[in-house]
């Protein structure tokens, strides 16, 4: 375990190697349903019981770090009832040696002196011993990881997140490209209107500024 000299310095070289974070999550006696579009909709499926998993990450590089590995041991969900018929049955895994499976979709991973969040991760699959045509998936919500560059709370002697958060939700999302792309296209529109306006002449080549003006006096 890494543990901060000071309140903003880590030894990088002490921290260089292999962690691995054994995670047990006890699910409420009655389960927690796992609805479609939130809280409000239908239910799918109920996790029961206990999911029990470990979370491995390489420092390999000074002042960065990566998940490298998910591994989970047990994991249960059966039918919602009263929901849509989602499952027919019960799916668990339990296993004495966690099952392994790459992380890369999840893209968890940061340098100092950054933290790691996201709101939604995507989800790592397993295989259900007996039943192909089924896996369990694991993900993560409001999930935030630092390794080091902690923050020390002197009087209390705990250690907090910084304040440097790396977000899993790039700068640039498909929505906000989506709204550039539209804006660059109504300036367009807009600049080559004003152009056109701009480029409209009136048929003066007849008028000799020397001779008097024509004034046309219109009654009703």
Known sequence: MCVPESRYKVDAASVRGTYTFAISVKVDPAGVEVKTEG???TP???IVDTISFRLTF???MPRSWELVSVGLSEMSVEPAKGGEKFLDEKLKISSAQPIEKDPKLMRVYTADPYAFGCSDTQAVFFPVQ???NYQLGLAFHNLQ?????LHR????NLLKFSRDVNDCVGTFSTGSGM???VAVILASIFFFAFAMLNSVQTMDRFDDPKQKQI???VKE
Do not use: A
Not at 145 to 149: A, C, N, P, R, T
Not at 153 to 156: Q, S
């Open 39 to 41: 809280q409000e909709g």
């Open 44 to 46: 799918l499926f109920t």
């Open 58 to 60: 390489n420092t390999t």
């Open 130 to 132: 007996g039943k192909k």
């Open 145 to 149: 990881v630092q390794l080091y560059g």
């Open 153 to 156: 709370e002197e009087e209390k």
């Open 179 to 181: 709204g550039i792309f």
């Open 215 to 217: 004034v046309i006096n």
